[in-house]
């Protein structure tokens, strides 16, 4: 069956180990971002993208039809961390991380639907966080966004499950990405280990997988047992 997916936030960390994963797989894949990206081969097309516009969106959809005749599958990975108090917390800095983490994966989803309901085995996969899990102090702007995320995909899992296209989340703990800088990681880590790119991606190339054809509204949290410990 011929695979064509659309990944955001394929620049870096998380993005970047997804498209490297679905071209092993057997994708062609539209690599999207708004940092650069080199396509390292035919088989992958580097797209600008900002998520939080509907005409970029539109044109990024266009160009993976035109370049690869399909689209079949939307990865919505882009991801902004934005931490802040509620009282240092801003209008425009809770708006940002609410237009990328969230509004972004809503458009991306309406500018990918005439095409995932002609796929065969369409399936959408949205990067939550546990922060959509565990009520985390600071990151009320962030964590909010990935809560409302998490909502979008159940709707839209019930809303396109007559539709024959899936819709599933994946829930990470802390991973090794640039999101997270040197002081982060190594203050998180002191709780438990943090987990590399690829074991997110384990998740994510399952869940658009035949093997989960089975599967959708899943909340798949890959953490290490990160919401497993108390306090
Ligand atoms: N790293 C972690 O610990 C962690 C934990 C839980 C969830 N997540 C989520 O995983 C996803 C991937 O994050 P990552 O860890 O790879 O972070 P990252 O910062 O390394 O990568 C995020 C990518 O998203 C891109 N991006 C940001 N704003 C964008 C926009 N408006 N349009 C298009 N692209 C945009 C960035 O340029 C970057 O390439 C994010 O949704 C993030 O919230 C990360």
Redesign the pocket.
Known sequence: MERVALV?????????AIVQRLRKDGFRVAA????PIDAPGDDVLALP????SEDQWRAAVDATADRFGSLTTLVN?????HRASLAAETPSGFEHSW???CL?PFLGIRAALDHLRHADGAAIVN?????AIRPFPNHAA?GSS?WALRGLTQIAAAELAPSGIRVNAV??????????DAATQSRLSEKGR??T?ME?VDAVAFLVSDHASFITGAELVVDGGQCLRIG
């Open positions: 955001t936030g394929a620049a870096r960390g998380q993005g970047a999207c971002d708004v940092l993208l900002d998520v939080t990975n882009a991801g902004v961390l237009r990328v983490n972004g990067t939550c966080s546990t922060g962030y990935k829930f990470p703990g802390p991973v090794e990405t640039p999101m997270l943090l987990g790119p997110i």
